[in-house]
């Protein structure tokens, strides 16, 4: 298994991708600041601390797009069957796909909170303080965490149902434009969820209520909206997790003991 993660980094490290998103990402931060610095009235400066400079944003496209890819593109190369002729078997593979891919989004997230802390002290050193008091009754060093853990968990769920997808379809397509579509859903139509759960009490077990949970463990007043506590959709959000990957490990044997 470990020889397996160190290949998946390895060939992971070695895409060209995944050095021009990284340097992407610090220009983008890096753009945002200077946007905060040159117009402080339309990119609030604290708004966009508290943001993580948006690179969570950017971070979830790169990697609903890497995990929904590794198998499509290993497939049409024959790398995938190379692995699974040899001592392998593909439930490790898949599994070590799934960790590296873990690894790459702590990365990812790890390189941005570095980021924003340095863009605090080089642009914004004494526009506000770490220790500021935010809607939220948090310092906003604390609150900015708060919401890099939101947006992981958010990320962790939609990467889930992403690698579910990657297993059906031979073409990564469909599973880029789902995962997509779902994180832009929470987004846009939360709302309109909201009310239908008003109406409706089952529905707030529905998967997508579950993308909640990272912004309501920031936020505990959200379960007015949500109708679940904590606790709850701790327990949704690792069932439906789990049961996605379990559903795509189901898949992906079957798929390659034909």
């Given at each position: 298994?470990?020889?397996?993660?160190?290949?998946e980094t390895y060939?992971?490290?070695?895409?060209?991708?995944f050095?021009i998103?990284w340097?992407?990402?610090?220009?983008?931060?890096?753009?945002?600041?200077?946007f905060?610095k040159?117009?402080?009235q339309?990119?609030?400066?604290e708004?966009?601390?508290?943001?993580d400079?948006?690179?969570?944003v950017?971070?979830v496209f790169?990697?609903?797009a890497?995990?929904s890819?590794q198998?499509?593109?290993e497939?049409?190369?024959g790398?995938?069957?190379?692995l699974?002729y040899r001592?392998?078997?593909?439930?490790?593979?898949?599994?070590s796909k799934?960790?590296t891919?873990l690894g790459?989004?702590?990365?990812?997230?790890g390189s941005s909170l570095?980021?924003?802390?340095l863009?605090?002290?080089?642009?914004?050193?004494n526009?506000f303080?770490l220790t500021?008091?935010?809607?939220?009754?948090?310092?906003?060093?604390?609150a900015?965490?708060?919401?890099t853990?939101?947006?992981?968990?958010?990320?962790?769920?939609?990467?889930?149902?992403?690698?579910?997808?990657?297993?059906?379809?031979?073409?990564?397509t469909?599973?880029?434009?789902v995962?997509?579509?779902?994180y832009?859903v929470?987004?846009?139509f939360?709302?309109?969820?909201?009310?239908?759960i008003d109406?409706?009490?089952?529905?707030?077990?529905n998967?997508?209520n579950?993308l909640?949970?990272?912004?309501q463990l920031?936020?505990?007043?959200?379960s007015?909206l949500?109708?679940l506590?904590i606790?709850?959709?701790?327990?949704?959000y690792i069932?439906y997790?789990?049961?996605?990957l379990i559903l795509?490990l189901?898949?992906f044997?079957?798929r390659?003991?034909?």
């Amino acid at each position: 298994m470990f020889t397996l993660l160190k290949q998946e980094t390895y060939k992971l490290l070695k895409r060209p991708s995944f050095t021009i998103f990284w340097l992407f990402l610090i220009v983008f931060q890096l753009a945002m600041a200077i946007f905060g610095k040159v117009y402080p009235q339309t990119f609030q400066p604290e708004n966009l601390f508290l943001n993580d400079f948006y690179a969570p944003v950017m971070i979830v496209f790169y990697i609903i797009a890497v995990g929904s890819t590794q198998l499509s593109s290993e497939n049409q190369y024959g790398t995938l069957k190379a692995l699974l002729y040899r001592q392998y078997s593909s439930s490790k593979v898949l599994v070590s796909k799934w960790l590296t891919l873990l690894g790459c989004a702590l990365c990812f997230y790890g390189s941005s909170l570095v980021m924003t802390f340095l863009l605090k002290v080089i642009f914004f050193q004494n526009k506000f303080s770490l220790t500021l008091q935010v809607s939220t009754h948090q310092p906003i060093w604390q609150a900015m965490l708060m919401n890099t853990v939101s947006e992981f968990l958010t990320l962790l769920f939609l990467a889930a149902f992403v690698l579910l997808l990657a297993t059906l379809f031979d073409n990564s397509t469909p599973a880029i434009i789902v995962g997509i579509s779902a994180y832009f859903v929470v987004s846009v139509f939360n709302q309109l969820m909201f009310m239908l759960i008003d109406q409706h009490e089952w529905l707030k077990w529905n998967p997508v209520n579950m993308l909640n949970f990272g912004a309501q463990l920031n936020s505990p007043k959200l379960s007015s909206l949500t109708h679940l506590g904590i606790n709850q959709m701790m327990i949704g959000y690792i069932a439906y997790g789990s049961i996605f990957l379990i559903l795509g490990l189901i898949v992906f044997r079957r798929r390659n003991l034909r």
